[in-house]
């Protein structure tokens, strides 16, 4: 069960310093430790575990303790060094774990759903742990007496879950794409909106309460940043990914978003310039460049005696095009297009070669990453997934050096 450790090149991408293995099965959360050379994994092979850095070098588990059912989701709030897990049978279990990280002593179960807890989030002032889970609700319960305060239903499997903890909102992802933002109150709650643009299932949440923005990771490959704070509606779409978007983490500091996929692919994007918006696709029954009609709109291909062609959409423009009219590819950063997409011929003559430059930097994190966390004052990523392996990165070769970030060295 000891890590492997790696050397510390200088390079611009990721620099892997240890991996950490001996789990069964897969590890469903992993956290680093606040000041601390430690990391708290969650598995679904039952165990919670802290793993320390010995002297060697070396990380092996000071506690490994097992659980009554799969682990599925993980919170630590370092100052109190209370830590709750989620497990598939729907209860949370919360452990108080000593000073030293050699012992951790069970505190109280929460039966907070009828099914697999998707995510989990402490309040230290109110004193709830709020969760999601597979039973389609959102549980909050008063960690002082243990009872349930709160619960609302959605449609679907609610998957992921951030929360600000100064004006009580929730943001809940779930199966059906969908984001609900949510006000809780001590025993009720509201519905304030929902926010729709992925395709296919949200994976990931992350909300920053300093310029008030939520970023959404889905299966669909891609990530939307919400201008909650603008009120305007604003919404910046990222299409970098070759697979569903397991994390995402936003640096305030630097402006920079890091995302992990299932592949194993780990970006980092510069979200400090001015972005465009992606278009609304219009709808039109002829293209909107040639005019000749698509396949279902039969009145126009009885009267122009043509046969009807497939409708495509350019991701520049938005407008509803034929193949013939939109013959090119290109990528387009600026409006978060980090591959080539689909554009009409006239937008590709519009693209200058500069506006093809990358605006993020993509890395192989050469492992299956169901969950990635941060500890961005050191600039340290741990990342963990189906292979049962836990990887440390130092991620300061790519989200800034020290003296411009404010990183604390090591």
């Known amino acids: 069960m000891a890590a492997e450790i790696h050397s510390r090149p200088q390079s611009s991408r990721p ?20 000041k601390e050379d430690g990391v708290i994994t969650a598995s679904e092979d039952r165990t919670i575990r802290v793993w320390l850095k010995r002297d060697s070098g070396q990380y092996w588990p000071s506690i490994y303790h097992t ?42 179960t929460y039966p907070a759903h009828q099914n697999r807890v998707s995510a989990i989030t402490f309040c230290l002032v109110s004193e709830w742990v709020i969760s999601t889970g597979h039973d389609k609700c959102i549980s909050w319960m008063c960690t002082r007496s243990g009872s349930m305060l709160g619960r609302h239903y959605f ?22 794409g969908q984001i609900t933002l949510l006000k809780l109150e001590q025993n009720t709650s509201s519905v304030i909106t929902t926010l729709k643009g992925h395709e296919g299932s949200i994976t990931s949440l992350w909300w920053d309460p300093v310029q008030r923005l939520l970023f959404s990771g889905a299966s669909d490959h891609s990530i939307i940043m919400w201008d909650i704070g603008g009120r305007k509606g604003r919404t910046l779409l990222l299409q970098g990914h070759h697979d569903k978007v397991q994390a995402i983490c936003y640096i305030q500091l630097t402006r920079q978003l890091v995302s992990c996929s299932a592949d194993g692919g780990i970006a980092v994007w510069n979200m400090d310039i001015s972005r465009e918006e992606a278009p609304q696709w219009l709808e039109s029954d002829s293209c909107q460049k040639c005019e000749q009609p698509f396949f279902w709109n039969i009145k126009q291909m009885w009267d122009t005696k043509t046969l009807g062609l497939r409708q495509h959409h350019c991701r520049k423009c938005g407008q509803a095009v034929c193949g013939k009219c939109s013959t090119k590819r290109s990528s387009y950063p600026i409006m978060g297009f980090e591959f ?20 993020a930097t993509f890395h192989e994190g050469k492992h299956n990453i169901s969950h990635m966390s941060m500890d961005i004052s050191r600039g340290l990523m741990v990342t963990c997934g189906s292979d049962r392996i836990v990887k440390i990165w130092d991620m300061t070769p790519v989200v800034g050096c020290s003296l411009a970030t404010g990183f604390s060295s090591r």
Not at 23 to 34: E, F, G, N, R, Y
Not at 98 to 108: A, G, H, I, T
């Open 15 to 34: 620099v892997l310093l240890s991996k950490v293995e001996g789990h069964q099965d897969v590890v469903s959360a992993a956290l680093l430790i606040p």
């Open 340 to 359: 080539q997409v689909r554009v009409c011929d006239s937008c590709f003559e519009s693209i200058k070669d500069e506006d093809r430059t990358s605006l």
């Open 155 to 176: 449609t679907s499997w609610a998957s992921c879950l951030q929360y600000d903890y100064e004006t009580r909102h929730a943001f809940v992802g779930d199966y059906s």
């Open 67 to 108: 659980m009554s059912s799969p682990c599925s989701a993980m919170a630590y709030h370092h100052d109190s060094r209370r830590i709750f897990v989620g497990q598939d049978n729907g209860a949370i279990m919360e452990f108080h774990i000593s000073e030293d990280f050699n012992k951790m002593n069970f505190v109280k």
